[in-house]
């Protein structure tokens, strides 16, 4: 009997290890219930187990196993009604060992043998002492286990259940809310600047919710057409079709057809009738996307649709009144293209009832913290991780100029997320392009360069320098696109150099390529600054350099490969390959 006992204890426990295992908050809940009834249906023997949830004033059934148990998908019961409703409404555990006399028991599951079950009824109580659900199971009475450990045990497995349900319910909650907080600071994003958004903000709600036409201009990146979908969110139009035509992605010969539609017949090919865009979106919003770029036979066509209201298909004879709000967007000056005969001045003046410039990035630096946030949120989200940028590396960006603006920012800090190791952006991380390319960065990028010298020459027990003219090559080289291109480069410039100075006669140039070439070089001079390809035995010596510094690294860190990856300049996936490669072990 006692040995029974101990078997039964131990099931016990591997079945609430079990309930603890297979929650994950990154799976949908009810994958988590399913898994989780179905252990203590296992582990237990019980010849059913279900699972009720509290919805309003109601108790709905979330999912029951066992054997002969059908139709369940949409069971609920009041709350107070029946046994299991009665429980939930009281707030404590009960047994019933003769179940066929009781008569609140429904049998909505349609047990079979009741006289030979026991039922076990006990509800899942939250941190707040509240009843949101109930968990019952049914057992044989012929069993060795005591009536009393049954009910013992389920409370700890509802417990369990309770809270999982509560975290994963919560953590919903805060995942729903994250994704308002995006939608709202995106908003404020490509809403402009602070003060702009401050003085545009409180007109352009009362301004959405007219007909009026908007021209938004502003450099590529600056988030035209975010602004422009924000427009008709805050609208009346906002459950009314939201139509994008982009005027330069839509080949020519086909833009009529896709703005107005065609009758069948109307061309070879044309095998039915076929509605234009501009017909689809009655009742919402068009947004044409890149409206210089609109041909200029078309513009007539364009320009009575705005102004009365009514298109014709191609090759139709009957006129079609469309309703219709028009949001444009250009990067282009339009005035200009006015004067040069290549925009209709009419259309100019019907399509821009009122003009929103959005200012580019490089304009916005006072909000770029909060814009930067905002864009991090955001990629949490679709990555599921986070991720923190250093305060140099915050620096950095903040000083960079951004021609691609807002969509350029995003582009490089989602890169960052893809090939993110250790959840922390550092400078290293950074496209180099952005380093090479800025003015005010170049100062980092010579001390960083004559840094890495000075790791070398503490490495080598040397005393190396870098010429100027040496670093001034670097920026022309496009083969160099990270940190780690850069450090390869600098290693095989040191291994090269024979007088102490690193300089332009330690460079492979059919190896590194520069993006120019000087045209006063002659000849000569060309061939005075290149060096022969390295021999197998210099290529060799520049292997067992870079195995000396794995080996040194992993001593360091005691083998904990992302943080010597990190000192490399690899990523883990790269260290991971020469170990294998040098055949480096601990």
């Known amino acids: 009997m006692q040995k029974n006992l101990l078997k039964i204890r131990k099931r016990e426990i591997e079945a609430l290890r079990g309930l603890n295992r297979s929650f994950s908050i990154e799976k949908p809940i009810f994958v988590y219930i399913y898994t989780a009834l179905n252990i203590l249906k296992e582990y237990m023997l019980y010849e059913d187990v279900a699972l009720w949830l509290k919805e309003s004033k109601h108790l709905k059934l979330i999912y029951a196993s066992g054997d002969n148990i059908e139709k369940f998908e949409s069971l609920q019961i009041k709350l107070g009604e029946g046994l299991i409703g009665r429980i939930a409404q009281l707030g404590y555990p009960e047994t019933i060992v003769n179940l066929e006399e009781i008569k609140e028991f429904k049998n909505l599951l349609r047990r079979q043998n009741l006289k030979d079950l026991m039922f076990f009824i006990v509800p899942l109580i939250n941190e707040n002492k509240d009843t949101i659900g109930v968990l019952t199971a049914s057992h044989k009475k012929n069993d060795e286990m005591p009536t009393g450990w049954h009910i ?7 417990s369990i259940l309770g809270h999982h349900i509560e975290l994963y319910e919560s953590f919903r909650k805060e995942k729903d809310k994250l994704k308002n907080t995006i939608k709202n600071m995106e908003d404020i994003i490509y809403s402009g600047s602070f003060a702009f958004a401050k003085s545009i903000c409180p007109k352009l709600e009362k301004i959405a919710n007219t007909d009026i036409n908007i021209l938004l ?6 988030g035209k057409s975010s602004l422009a979908k924000h427009i008709h969110d805050i609208s009346y139009r906002k459950n009314k079709p939201f139509v994008v035509i982009n005027c330069a992605a839509i080949p020519k010969d086909l833009l009529e057809s896709e703005l107005f539609g065609y009758e069948k017949g109307a061309f070879t ?10 017909e689809l979106a009655s009742g919402g919003t068009v947004f044409l996307d890149e409206i210089g770029d609109l041909p200029l036979e078309l513009q007539p066509k364009l320009l009575q649709a705005i102004q009365e209201k009514r298109i014709e298909r191609i090759g139709g004879v009957r006129s079609i009144s469309i309703d219709v709000r028009f949001i444009s967007a250009t990067n282009q000056d339009l005035i200009s293209m006015v004067q040069k005969k290549l925009f ?20 916005r630096k006072s909000e770029f913290e909060g814009i930067l946030k905002s864009i991090m949120l955001k990629l949490s989200d679709r990555y599921n991780k986070q991720i923190y940028i250093s305060k140099k590396a915050f620096s950095l960006l ?13 582009n490089v800090l989602e890169l960052a997320f893809v090939l993110d190791d250790d959840n922390i952006l550092d400078i290293d991380d950074l496209p180099f392009k952005l380093i090479k390319q800025s003015k005010e960065l170049s100062s980092y990028l010579e001390k960083y360069i004559k840094n890495y010298i000075q790791e070398l020459n503490e490495l080598f027990y040397e005393n190396k320098k870098i010429s100027s003219e040496l670093i001034d090559y670097i920026y022309s080289l496009n083969s160099l696109q990270s940190f780690e291109d850069l450090k390869l480069f600098l290693k095989r410039c040191y291994t090269l150099d024979q007088d102490g100075i690193l300089n332009l006669s330690d460079i492979d140039t059919k190896v590194y390529q520069p993006i120019y070439q000087k ?3 002659t000849n000569q001079e060309k061939k005075s600054t290149k060096k022969q390809v390295p021999s197998k035995k210099l290529s060799t010596k520049i292997e067992e350099i870079e195995k000396e510094e794995i080996i040194k690294a992993l001593k360091k860190h005691r083998w904990i490969l992302t943080r010597a990856a990190k000192e490399l300049g690899y990523t883990r996936r790269q260290l991971e390959y020469r170990i294998k490669k040098y055949n480096i072990n601990p």
């Open 519 to 521: 045209t006063s070089e």
């Open 152 to 158: 013992d045990f389920l409370e700890v497995a509802a």
């Open 344 to 363: 209709r001045e009419d259309l100019f003046y019907r399509i821009s009832g009122i003009e929103i410039r959005l200012p580019p990035l490089r304009e």
């Open 398 to 410: 903040k000083k960079y100029n951004w021609p691609g603006n807002i969509r350029e920012l995003e």
């Open 269 to 278: 090919g044309a095998t039915s009738t076929k509605k234009g865009k501009l």
């Open 217 to 222: 201009t502003g450099e590529s990146g600056t």
